[in-house]
């Protein structure tokens, strides 16, 4: 792998001004022409790793600067959460002094990842053949709608379109409810996860042989194996006359309940769970009555079982069944709003939530990385940049000349009032 280490970019000061360590990706350049949620999710994680990932923008910016809570323009709560450990650069692509830039910018770079349709790539002049001519052992990941190979290849696809497509909302909509969507962006973030694994596994197969490669990562596709996990069921056997589907989820029971003060989940589990539960509230007649000492049994009366449960919830409050099932060492928590998360107690106890004041924004509240490296951990090294924050100083790395910088910058510099 070719090397571009910065201490400004892969290094960064704990508490009392020392510097840690890198993350594990110290020296992996990422050029990110991803934009939204998807492609961002992505090279997140690698930059939350140690990358140094340059983020690409049209001169009006990314569209998720504006999506979300926004309190300072072109800096919303969606883009500030995606997009820390990154340097923006603004170029227009369409533009042939944006193309040359970022074709000087290509050879320094280990990985391209996009989410554009292929064909839009392709004609700004960015397909796999043209950026592979110019860097030849890149890791070039592309994450469209659907693979190339089928008939949807050109159509365009957000996550609603994909929860649709690939038995998400089918699914959730099985036991008779209307369709409905996820609220979560469950198919960008899923595929952007799978865009890092990809990335990761294709820089490991350089590393050891020397050559870079084409890797597409389909929404579609990646999705609907996701939801066929667990509701393959009968489709995985030819001959088999059973439905698809997990019935356990499918069929509905397990569910949070009411308590005398609140809602909790609860999820006796195992045949000791039940047999505990029901003898703590003097109430063995039901494990005999649900059979619970036969998984078999117990399965099929798993609705009737949770559904006991959640008659017999509120005859105590949320603490008191909390403390229960901590005795019991049955699994259980209050539900917790998004507003709640910041203060509970696990999340808290482990630092989860960082303050830190933006250049631009002012304080602001971030979660950090998630995964913990012994050796090269993962950190919050730089802000979320302001749009085209990082131009002037990535292409200067890149070897552009001074002039040519110069009149990139010009059309997108603030106009005095």
Request: charged share 25%; proline share 7%; net charge neutral.
């Amino acid at each position: 792998m070719r090397h571009h280490r910065s201490a400004s970019v892969n290094e960064h000061k704990q508490s009392g001004g020392k510097t840690a360590v890198a993350g594990p990706l110290d020296g992996v350049r990422v050029l990110d022409l991803s934009s939204v949620v998807l492609g961002p999710m992505g090279t997140q994680v690698l930059a939350d790793m140690g990358a140094d990932v340059i983020k690409i923008e049209a001169p009006e910016g990314d569209l998720m600067r504006a999506n979300g809570v926004v309190e300072h323009a072109g800096m919303s709560s969606i883009f500030l959460a995606l997009n820390r450990n990154k340097r923006s650069v603004v170029l227009d692509l369409k533009d042939e002094q944006g193309a040359a830039a970022l074709r000087a910018l290509i050879p320094t770079c280990d990985v391209l990842v996009h989410n554009m349709r292929i064909g839009a790539i392709e004609r700004l002049g960015f397909g796999y053949d043209a950026v592979a001519r110019l860097r030849p052992d890149i890791v070039y990941c592309a994450a469209p709608g659907f693979g190339q190979d089928g008939p949807d290849r050109d159509k365009p696809a957000f996550d609603d379109i994909i929860q649709a497509a690939c038995g998400f909302v089918g699914a959730a909509s099985a036991a008779g409810a209307e369709p409905d969507y996820l609220p979560s962006l469950i198919a960008d973030k899923t595929t952007g996860l799978a865009v890092a694994n990809a990335v990761l596994a294709a820089l490991f197969r350089r590393e050891r042989h020397g050559e870079g490669q084409y890797v597409e990562v389909p929404m579609l596709e990646t999705m609907a194996a996701f939801v066929l996990t667990e509701h393959m069921g009968g489709m995985m056997f030819p001959s088999s006359t059973a439905k698809a589907g997990y019935a356990r989820l499918l069929e509905g029971g397990r569910k949070p309940v009411r308590t005398a003060d609140g809602w909790i989940s609860m999820l006796p589990y195992t045949e000791r769970h039940w047999k505990a539960f029901f003898h703590d509230l003097g109430r063995d007649d039901l494990g005999e009555r649900y059979q619970i000492a036969s998984r078999r049994e117990r399965n099929a009366n798993i609705k009737a079982l949770y559904g006991h449960l959640a008659e017999l919830a509120p005859l105590r409050t949320t603490a008191q069944w909390m403390a229960l099932c901590e005795r019991l060492d049955i699994p259980a928590t209050p539900i917790y709003r998004l507003e709640d998360l910041p203060g509970h107690p696990h999340l808290s106890a482990v630092g989860l939530f960082e303050e830190s004041v933006h250049p631009a924004v002012g304080p602001i509240r971030q979660v950090r990385p998630t995964t913990r490296f012994a050796r090269t951990p993962t950190a919050i090294r730089r802000p979320a940049p302001s749009l085209g924050e990082h131009t002037e100083e990535v292409l200067r790395e890149a070897g552009v000349a001074p002039e040519r910088i110069a009149a990139l910058l010009e059309p997108i510099k603030p106009k005095p009032r």
